[in-house]
């Protein structure tokens, strides 16, 4: 089995557990300033950590990994705010998170042509497996129940699906112009951006005012800041080692996870298409392995 699979599939397993804490947070308590903020930081420091136990092997001087670094922090920042703000308005995660997962087609297809990754996308098997990767992901939203005119929360997860595309290519772009890039030079920068961008926000928007957090509170920012660190640095290798238009459509399976979780925590019910959803992804793995 190859090492870019297993790193696609553990960020994906990571991702969709970060995104299930998260939705927790936000429909409990948490003000939407440590949401950001905390997570951001501990992204920092923690790459922070790594680059400077591996700092004979970084290179600083790559203007491209540095500039699409920052750019992925700002459209990280965009996607992570809207889904925040989805969350907090009660969008169920069965309609929520596929809606983000959503930028998998467009991943796929933008990634064949600028980065010619057509031979991987066109083997037989791996054809396969993308398009049931697809098909699960368009199963689990029931369309039926979706209020299109009038619904904010799906407007705040196509936001966030716009920016997460955007994020996700700037990636790409960075590590296939230089290929020896750190990973978590890439990280430190990026989230640097998604911090500054965070406090600039809060100022902006209530001066910061007086948050007490509880200690819960704390810990799960915390959690959800080295689950985000260690998702991310699995699928930046992931990209490295292999094709985005795999890598990806394994990744939009993350969206099973915080799903399944909800109904085993919070009590949300599955329908039938869900169910079938959750078979169609790990028929998916199978065909991507």
């Excluded at 009660?90 to 297809?109: C, G, Y």
């Excluded at 705040?156 to 994020?167: H, P, Q, R």
Aim: hydrophobic share 60%.
């Amino acid at each position: 089995m190859n090492s870019w699979y297993l790193l696609a599939l553990s960020s994906t397993l990571l991702n969709g557990a970060r995104a299930f804490l998260t939705k927790r947070s936000a429909q409990g308590a948490t003000p939407t300033m440590a949401a950001r903020i905390i997570p951001s930081g501990v992204m920092v420091a923690c790459g922070s950590l790594v680059v400077w136990q591996t700092v004979s092997s970084v290179g600083l001087g790559m203007r491209a990994l540095l500039v699409s670094a920052s750019l992925q922090g700002a459209l990280f920042y965009i996607a992570a705010l809207s889904r925040w703000e989805a969350l907090r308005l009660r969008t169920p995660a069965h309609v929520l998170f596929p809606i983000v997962q959503a930028s998998t087609p467009v991943l796929v297809v933008i990634s064949a042509v600028l980065f010619d990754e057509w031979a991987a996308l066109l083997a037989p098997q791996r054809l396969s497996g993308v398009s049931v990767a697809l098909l699960s992901s368009f199963v689990l939203v029931d369309w039926k129940r979706l209020d299109w005119s009038s619904s904010r929360g799906v407007a705040f997860a196509v936001i966030s699906m716009l920016a997460s595309t955007g994020a996700t290519l700037a990636a790409k772009y960075a590590f296939d112009a230089d290929a020896q890039g750190s990973i978590f030079v890439f990280i430190v920068v990026s989230n640097a951006v998604g911090l500054a961008l965070g406090v600039a926000h809060s100022l902006v928007v209530d001066g910061f005012g007086s948050h007490e957090l509880r200690a819960r509170q704390w810990l799960e920012s915390t959690v959800v800041g080295i689950l985000n660190f260690a998702a991310l640095a699995a699928f930046l290798r992931a990209i490295k080692l292999g094709d985005l238009v795999v890598v990806a459509s394994i990744g939009s399976l993350s969206a099973i996870v915080p799903i399944v979780l909800s109904v085993a925590w919070d009590g949300e019910v599955l329908r039938g298409r869900q169910d079938a959803a959750v078979a169609l992804s790990i028929l998916a793995l199978l065909l991507l392995a």
